[in-house]
Nanobody, 124 residues
């Protein structure tokens, strides 16, 4: 139903910022809940943030709350993750996820559609 492509990753020093983007295919982007997950080497895929299809419901993991902001622009078929005050422990591949209404955002298995990921590396 939807294809996702992430961009915006890169190398940044601790305390710096990056903005990730996820571009979705099709003209029904607004019907999907959207989320961001990340996976560091040797670790389980981890919830980062999610936003409901119209933006009324937003959730963050405790580890990023206050530093990251998720937003979406349905007219542009894009979801964003603004990442501020980055820490070395934020280093991971960041994945965009999508699905029709997701009750529990935090469980990766609840999301059906995934991008291929974009690497974020934060140096000490």
């Amino acid at each position: 139903q939807v294809q996702l492509v992430e961009s915006g990753g890169g190398l940044v020093q601790a305390g710096g910022s990056l903005r990730l983007s996820c571009a979705a295919s099709g003209r029904t982007f607004g019907t999907y809940d959207m989320g961001w997950f990340r996976q560091a080497p040797g670790k389980e895929r981890e919830f980062v943030a999610a936003i409901s299809r119209r933006g009324g419901r937003i959730e963050y993991s405790d580890s990023v709350k206050g530093r990251f902001t998720i937003s979406r622009e349905n007219a542009e078929n894009t979801v964003y993750l603004q990442m501020n005050n980055l820490r070395p422990e934020d280093t991971a591949v960041y994945y965009c996820a999508a699905d029709g209404i997701v009750i529990n955002f935090k469980m990766a298995r609840n999301w059906d559609y995934w991008g291929r990921g974009t690497q974020v590396t934060v140096s000490s």
